[in-house]
């Protein structure tokens, strides 16, 4: 029996000393050996052929620190699952040789390397109706009339801006403003949403800029927004990684128009730069429990069932109260009101689902 003891106790060392060890193997079962990166990639995409949890790949590739930026990852590049030291590693093979992944970043623009997420997936939204945070909407420009005495503006018509910040050209969404978003929890009003109108091209010069409208699916009137199109902004500045704090808040509002939440959906949370939040932490959503009645010996006690998971997000965007997150993974359908938590806070109810 005490031998028995001594060998339980040197398992439990062996284990506390190795945390990788101690956790579930985050790799999937029979994960491929290699993959050799393709055009229309993204690191999200890649991470999940080898692994549950995709946001989990700094963990695998932080003990190697040969190279300054893991988002460098190009099409043609090899991706090789490989043993170090004992560990479950993933490289990658470059033409000319073996270069191993380090999660440091740098901020630096990545016009070839494959983007963190499907950056298609945010077009729609970045291009057509969207949700504005309450303090980017004050601080938008506007519309103060159309050439000629026109009441309203087309395709083709001269619009006068105010408001612009920057002396330079560049393509613009015109919005308009639809119903508030507010917190469930707070009452406060978090941002609105927006008809995207059209689009236009400006020169600000002065007080007031002169713009020309390039695209218009509604009439454009005075007061309408003008937002910058930034469909390329967003490649390569992040990467996905859990959020240095916990988070616990709810989705407020999903974009589309559609009351069930789906993969590649795009929604919005109440939770932001104050809870400290950034562009890349993946959250994890869940069903509330239901509450439900224990009838059982005749009782009838009112028990709450344990929260569900039912997929994850990544946060692209952030505002001081609130942000915007991607959904990457859908495992049941999902609604306004859905529960959003950190990963390393949900551990123990990860386990215990996987």
């Given at each position: 029996m005490l031998k028995y003891m001594l060998a339980w106790a040197l398992c439990a060392l062996l284990i506390l000393a190795n945390p990788v060890a101690?956790?579930?193997?985050?790799?999937?079962?029979?994960?491929?050996?290699q993959y050799t990166v393709q055009p229309g990639d993204s690191?999200?995409?890649?991470?999940?052929?080898?692994?549950?949890?995709?946001?989990?790949?700094?963990?695998?590739?932080?003990?190697?620190?040969?190279?300054?930026?893991?988002?460098?990852?190009?099409?043609?590049?090899?991706?090789?699952?490989?043993?170090?030291?004992?560990?479950?590693?993933?490289?990658?093979?470059?033409?000319?040789?073996?270069?191993?992944?380090s999660p440091?970043?740098?901020?630096?623009?990545?016009?070839?390397?494959?983007?963190?997420?499907?950056?298609?997936?945010?077009?729609?939204?970045?291009?057509?109706?969207?949700?504005?945070?309450?303090?980017?909407?004050?601080?938008?420009?506007?519309i103060v009339a159309a050439a000629d005495e026109h009441v309203m503006g087309a395709r083709g018509d001269t619009i006068f801006v105010r408001g612009f910040s920057r002396d330079e050209e560049n393509r613009y969404s015109i919005l308009r403003k639809r119903e508030p978003l507010v917190d469930p929890e707070s009452g406060a009003v978090l941002g609105y949403q927006a008809t995207h109108v059209g689009e236009a091209v400006c020169k600000p010069g002065g007080e007031v800029a002169t713009c020309i409208i390039s695209r218009s699916n509604r009439e454009v009137l005075p007061g309408d927004r003008l937002m910058r199109?930034?469909?390329?902004?967003?490649?390569g500045r992040f990467y996905p990684k859990p959020p240095a704090r916990p988070i616990n808040g709810v989705i407020v509002e999903v974009m589309g128009g559609v009351s069930q939440i789906g993969q590649y959906n795009v929604v919005a949370i109440n939770r932001g730069e104050a809870q400290g939040l950034e562009a890349g932490d993946v959250l994890l959503v869940y069903k509330a429990g239901r509450q439900v009645v224990d009838r059982f010996n005749g009782r009838h006690d009112r028990v709450t069932l344990p929260d569900e998971r039912a997929g994850s997000m990544i946060i692209f965007r952030t505002f001081p109260r609130m942000s915007f997150g991607l959904i990457m993974e859908a495992t049941r359908a999902m609604s306004v009101y859905d529960l959003v938590r950190n990963p390393r806070a949900s551990n123990a109810a990860m386990a215990a689902q996987q």
């Open positions: 101690a956790a579930e193997t985050p790799f999937k079962q029979g994960h491929p050996s690191l999200w995409e890649i991470s999940a052929r080898f692994l549950k949890n995709p946001w989990y790949w700094p963990e695998i590739w932080y003990v190697n620190p040969a190279i300054r930026n893991p988002h460098l990852i190009y099409p043609g590049d090899m991706i090789k699952f490989i043993t170090i030291d004992g560990k479950p590693r993933l490289v990658v093979q470059r033409h000319g040789g073996t270069i191993k992944l440091k970043v740098r901020v630096e623009e990545l016009q070839k390397a494959v983007p963190t997420i499907p950056i298609s997936a945010l077009r729609p939204f970045l291009t057509g109706d969207r949700m504005v945070s309450a303090e980017q909407w004050r601080q938008a420009a506007h199109v930034e469909q390329e902004g967003l490649k």
